[in-house]
């Protein structure tokens, strides 16, 4: 009982990797290349502006964790937020989420276009990649340090003091983002991405 336990972990990690890789590469370049093209290089002088998923690659987070927690990250691509204005910095903090979400539509079209219903395997898999993607969108929209929303949330405010109670907010936004998830958090994103999933009219993945 175990070990097909075990075993069927294994296979739904193996086959949803790809997808997870994916998924997180596409998110990151986005974050890099807006910053890029607002005049901050520091992710391409590191070589984070690029699609190869071998760059963007934490070794616990985006290979050990998913395994384990069914949950993961990459690693964040570097920004240097001084040498943006506030307008460019909630640009770069909203291409992560925006290119999982146009990920995800461009996955939805591909599916109903080439009727992939019909293709149970790759359907599956492409219909994953949706979920996934979306899951990433909303999540990483939560304003919480350091998740994407947060940066939204900084760079939209305006008076010193609010800018302040920010700073000490999100000192303590790990421990924060931690307790959210122990305490079941994403039962709380679920909601909205399944509206945004079934508002593609599309069929549950098989899990």
Do not use: Q
């Amino acid at each position: 009982m175990v070990s097909e336990m075990f075993n069927e972990r294994i296979i739904m990690y193996l086959s949803t990797l790809p997808i997870f890789l994916v998924s997180l590469t596409i998110h990151e370049y986005a974050h890099g290349w807006v910053a890029y093209r607002c005049g901050d290089d520091t992710a391409k002088r590191m070589g984070r502006l690029t699609l190869n998923p071998l760059a963007h690659i934490s070794f616990f987070g985006t290979i050990i964790l998913p395994l384990i927690a069914h949950f993961g990250w990459a690693k964040p691509v570097p920004v240097n937020f001084a040498v943006l204005t506030k307008r460019e910095i909630f640009m770069v903090a909203v291409a992560g989420p925006a290119s999982n979400i146009l990920m995800a539509v461009v996955l939805a079209l591909t599916f109903h276009l080439f009727r992939l219903k019909a293709l149970p395997a790759i359907g599956n898999f492409v219909l994953l990649g949706i979920l996934f993607n979306l899951i990433l969108a909303v999540f990483n929209l939560l304003p919480i340090p350091p998740l994407d929303g947060s940066k939204m949330v900084y760079a939209s405010l305006k008076s010193p003091e609010a800018i302040r109670a920010y700073m000490n907010y999100a000192r303590y936004g790990m421990i924060i983002l931690i307790g959210f998830l122990m305490l079941g958090g994403f039962r709380l994103i679920f909601p909205v991405v399944t509206t945004l999933y079934v508002l593609l009219g599309l069929p549950m993945p098989i899990l």
